[in-house]
């Protein structure tokens, strides 16, 4: 019968186990993952089951690395998650972390719109590094999503979105996450993207400062095709300000929408 | 009309500008979407409120 070992397609005879494979092709593999979930006790295979064998600490050449990636995604979702475009507009607290979720899931491509550079105070609760300071926040996600995947593919646009321009730039993606800071720029896409755009989704959010519970950031669906994420009411302001954990609660919340929207999950 | 939920009557004829500037809200941080359909912000000053309309308006804040 056919399995896919590594991802490559091999016969082996009926009645093989698992472990009898790896202690075949691969006998110091010490993970073994089956249809994208670890295993620890043996188990046989069948017709058409995905076996990927890891040996700890491995570095793997070129060919294997993206076999090896996409090892802990569930069969059957990862290839629409590989086929799916997703536009961020704003790469900050919001955006950043968004879409560094969406990079370990393994989406196709990411579109990255931001203008600005990465400063010292971004990094509070932002993806960057020391490193990246005063380089544009779009080159320094790229490198970012480059150390995670580097089979994602990222197109970045160094420019101010407007209601101009928004429509041109993510004409290829399906989702749409507005990550603004400013409350009349998140007005402004979404008013543009529900207005302009009537076949895509936007993922929008608003609230999120400040240390106060988790469980008041909540996804609720506007309308069909509008998401929005957060508490509504924690404007960050002085006194109140934007702190990494339910700053990327709320970005997670908005990446975790966009893959059940590529999954055809419409609820939230 | 409905708004967020809540009733609200008003004597005259209302456009959706003046239900926001009559609620204190500042145009430029909202979107509008009445019997679920969302109204183009160069709407706002024609676009009259019926009685039995349902006005939900969604305000942003500041953060990201």
């Given at each position: 019968?056919?399995?896919?070992?590594?991802?490559?397609?091999?016969?082996?005879?009926?009645?093989?186990?698992?472990?009898?494979?790896?202690?075949?092709?691969?006998?110091?593999?010490?993970?073994?993952?089956?249809?994208?979930?670890?295993?620890?006790?043996?188990?046989?295979?069948?017709?058409?089951?995905?076996?990927?064998?890891?040996?700890?600490?491995?570095?793997?050449?070129?060919?294997?690395?993206?076999?090896?990636?996409?090892?802990?995604?569930?069969?059957?979702?990862?290839?629409?998650?590989?086929?799916?475009?997703?536009?961020?507009?704003?790469?900050?607290?919001?955006?950043?972390?968004?879409?560094?979720?969406?990079?370990?899931?393994?989406?196709?491509?990411?579109?990255?719109?931001?203008y600005d550079?990465?400063?010292?105070?971004?990094?509070?609760?932002?993806?960057?590094?020391?490193?990246?300071?005063?380089?544009?926040?779009?080159?320094?996600?790229?490198?970012?999503?480059?150390e995670?995947?580097?089979?994602?593919?990222?197109?970045?646009?160094?420019?101010?979105?407007?209601?101009?321009?928004?429509?041109?730039?993510?004409?290829?993606?399906?989702?749409?996450?507005?990550?603004?800071?400013?409350?009349?720029?998140?007005?402004e896409?979404?008013?543009?993207?529900?207005?302009?755009?009537?076949?895509?989704?936007?993922?929008?959010?608003?609230?999120?400062?400040?240390?106060?519970?988790?469980?008041?950031?909540?996804?609720?669906?506007?309308?069909?095709?509008?998401?929005?994420?957060?508490d509504?009411?924690?404007?960050?302001?002085?006194?109140?300000?934007l702190?990494?954990?339910?700053?990327?609660?709320?970005?997670?919340?908005?990446?975790?929408?966009?893959?059940?929207?590529?999954?055809?999950?419409?609820?939230? | 009309?409905?708004v967020?939920?809540?009733?609200?009557?008003?004597?005259?004829?209302?456009?959706?500008?003046?239900?926001?500037?009559?609620?204190?809200?500042?145009?430029?941080?909202?979107?509008?979407?009445?019997?679920?359909?969302?109204?183009?912000?160069?709407?706002?000053?024609?676009?009259?409120?019926?009685?039995?309309?349902?006005?939900?308006?969604?305000?942003?804040?500041g953060?990201?």
């Amino acid at each position: 019968m056919e399995i896919f070992l590594n991802e490559k397609s091999v016969i082996v005879k009926k009645g093989y186990s698992a472990f009898k494979v790896r202690d075949s092709v691969k006998a110091d593999a010490d993970v073994v993952i089956l249809n994208g979930f670890m295993i620890k006790e043996d188990t046989l295979l069948k017709e058409k089951d995905k076996l990927i064998l890891i040996k700890r600490g491995e570095i793997p050449n070129k060919d294997e690395l993206e076999n090896l990636l996409v090892s802990r995604h569930t069969p059957g979702l990862h290839e629409k998650v590989k086929n799916a475009v997703v536009g961020i507009a704003g790469l900050g607290g919001l955006g950043s972390n968004a879409a560094v979720s969406l990079a370990r899931l393994g989406i196709g491509k990411l579109i990255l719109v931001d203008y600005d550079v990465v400063e010292p105070s971004n990094l509070n609760r932002q993806q960057y590094f020391i490193k990246h300071i005063g380089m544009l926040k779009t080159q320094a996600l790229r490198e970012i999503i480059y150390e995670i995947n580097p089979y994602v593919e990222v197109k970045t646009i160094d420019i101010y979105l407007d209601k101009q321009n928004i429509m041109e730039y993510f004409k290829e993606a399906q989702i749409i996450i507005e990550a603004f800071d400013n409350p009349k720029c998140k007005a402004e896409l979404t008013n543009t993207i529900l207005t302009q755009c009537k076949d895509k989704f936007l993922v929008a959010a608003s609230g999120m400062a400040g240390y106060f519970s988790n469980n008041t950031i909540k996804t609720r669906k506007i309308t069909n095709r509008f998401y929005l994420v957060g508490d509504n009411i924690s404007e960050a302001k002085p006194g109140c300000g934007l702190m990494a954990p339910r700053v990327s609660i709320a970005a997670n919340h908005q990446a975790n929408m966009a893959l059940r929207l590529i999954l055809g999950e419409e609820d939230i | 009309m409905i708004v967020n939920g809540i009733e609200m009557k008003f004597n005259t004829n209302i456009t959706v500008i003046e239900l926001l500037q009559k609620l204190e809200i500042d145009k430029d941080k909202v979107v509008i979407e009445i019997n679920l359909e969302i109204i183009p912000k160069e709407n706002y000053n024609d676009r009259i409120i019926n009685e039995d309309d349902k006005i939900e308006i969604v305000g942003f804040v500041g953060g990201g």
